[in-house]
């Protein structure tokens, strides 16, 4: 089950003036990560918890047999199959319940095992705050979550419904997918630019400029689509169709900080290999083409 209320807008919160998630339309689902079952701080690009107690990460790929239409359609365009154990991250949904309430927990075990959505059980039983979007907690991977949830999760055969305790309360999750971590990382402009001379990348590489026309009348490299960010309503729902997300994509924008958004944004959408022009077109104009005008 996938409630109204799972539809937000960026899967990201970003230090910038312009944060994505004021362009981003409702239909791209929200990754939160509240901090308490962490065991490691949140990296700068994550989203601010916005709740304290609990394991709540989310993003809403299921791939589940008991699953909603939606939930399976979504989870299609993620799962990769088995993975190694290095690099690897599962997709988890669980319901929480408090440590004296195992009776309950039991009881819940049975109903999803006889056939009901974990998901709709999360929504009406869970304390966690995840409830809202039926227990989803996303894609996660090792170190991220504390000891005992994070030993249940992954040692969990697919689709399995798994109880742990943790320090706050009763888990019973259940592991929908899994696949081989995804890379994003920061290319400088001399490096892309060397890469460009090769006449075998540029039919590989997918190359992105999400800056706006205007800008791009004023300076562009011609072996980049552009994609502006404030239509991402016209592209973004299709960005797996016209891309291919197992081919390496670059990004970039004038400084570098609205293309980390969208590569971040990328890497949500199962997009494995993700590089952001450092500094942008600036940095490349400045650094390796002199030609090319700064704004």
Known sequence: MLRASSLHLSPFVFRSPSPISALLPALILRETFPSS???IPQPLFHQRATHSSS???HNYCLSSSKLSPMALKVAASFSSGS???AGREILVQHLLVKEDDQKLLLELQKRAANG??????AVEYSICPSKEEGGMLGWVRKGQMVPEFEEAAFSSPLNKLVRCKTKFGWHLLQVLSEREESVLEQIQPNVLHEKMQNPSFLEEAQLIDVREPDEVAIASLPEFEV???RQFGNWGPEITTKFDP?????VMCHHGMRSMQVAQWLQTQGFRRVYNVSGGIHQYAVKVDPSIPTY
């Open 37 to 39: 079952l962490l065991r």
């Open 55 to 57: 394991v709540c990460r």
């Open 83 to 85: 993975s190694s154990e």
């Open 116 to 121: 009901e959505d974990l998901s709709d059980l």
């Open 227 to 229: 994609l502006p960010l």
């Open 246 to 250: 197992q081919k390496d994509t670059y």
